[in-house]
């Protein structure tokens, strides 16, 4: 059995290997329904939450992220209109972050229904940015931070340098407003206390949401069952220690009730919170583990470390995600006092023991 699924093992999924069907949903609780649409990325799902809802007097739904704005997921979404709603609207389109998956269709379906948007601010400030500018996630800032980096490759850096328009192409529009989610908040759905959980590392500012009516929580992307939370550093904030935010973010979860029904944005409904949250502490002490062994035997750029952390081969598309996590492992040992780093002739981080 592989480490994963021995540790999808301790976890419990109420509704076994069951899933959504295509364009339909399944009914998790009262007024709580599961939608999972199709990304054509390696991750290849996206799991979409339509909570029950009454605002302002007028009954309706409140749908919990939007897929990516491609003519599959809008057809689903056309077959979920038709099919799931009861015959009501979509009265407000909450997003927990601001990735192409989750918010690219935010601005179709808010105008479609003429329904709000509510998200933290600093998600929706950086997706209305990026979905403007013209090199998001490429361009010579990028290359040349990878470089920094130890990537070297002439051809690598050149598509790297080339690559236009990686968000807006999957997020072409944000609504021109918005309502802003702040941890701590309580959202009122269908009559129902939610709880904002804000969370760092992964997103600017990722918004988890917990009923304890229900029991529910909403975790987006920060607490997978069988997958581990990309968290990585880019050139916009090049010196962020993103993986020790990470790891407090998920910390936070840890009052929440033993068996809380746990709702993530891919993978299967859950339980056992408190195992996920341990397992995911564990892993990444001993991806950390590993990265001080490399630099004991020599001085290491993030580059260096991608075998060490990824033990498969990687494209050039998984290579920069994966160079952004090993920034990340590199970071937290720094701030943490483990390593030292110099940046050597060529410009290139390198980090060794701290004496
Ligand atoms: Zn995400």
Known sequence: MSVSAELERALDYPLGDELPPQGGAIELAPGIKWLRMRLPFALDHINLWLLRDRIDGREGWTAVDCCIDRPEPRADWEQVFATQLDGL?????????????????????????????????????????????VNSFGGERLAD??????????????????RKSYYRNLVPALPPSYARLLHGDTVTIGGQAWRCIAGYGHAP???????????????????LPRISTNVSV?????????LTLFLD?????????????????????????????QQLHDHHRDRLDEVMAAAR????????????????????????????????????????????RTRDDAGVWRFAPAP
């Open 89 to 133: 609207p979509i009265l407000r389109v909450l997003v927990t972050h601001m990735h192409p998956d989750h918010v690219g269709l935010a601005h179709w379906l808010c105008e479609r229904w003429n329904a709000p948007l509510w998200m933290s601010g600093t998600d929706y400030q950086t997706a209305r940015y990026a979905c403007q500018v």
């Open 145 to 162: 931070y990878f470089q920094s980096h130890g990537m070297s490759n002439p051809a690598d850096l050149e598509e790297i340098r080339n």
């Open 205 to 223: 500012e990722h918004m988890a949401l917990y009923c304890e009516q229900l029991n529910v929580l909403i975790s987006g992307d920060m607490v």
């Open 234 to 242: 880019y050139e916009m904030e090049p010196e962020a220690d993103a």
């Open 249 to 277: 973010s998920i910390d936070r979860f840890k009052p929440l009730p033993s068996d809380v029904l746990v709702l993530p944005s891919h993978g299967k409904p859950f339980r056992g919170l408190h195992t996920r949250i």
């Open 297 to 340: 035997e020599q001085p290491v750029c993030a580059y260096d470390i991608l075998p060490v952390l990824f033990k498969r081969p990687l494209d050039l598309h998984q290579t920069t995600f994966a160079l952004g996590e090993a920034v990340a492992h590199l970071h937290r040992l720094w701030y943490g006092a483990k390593l030292r």
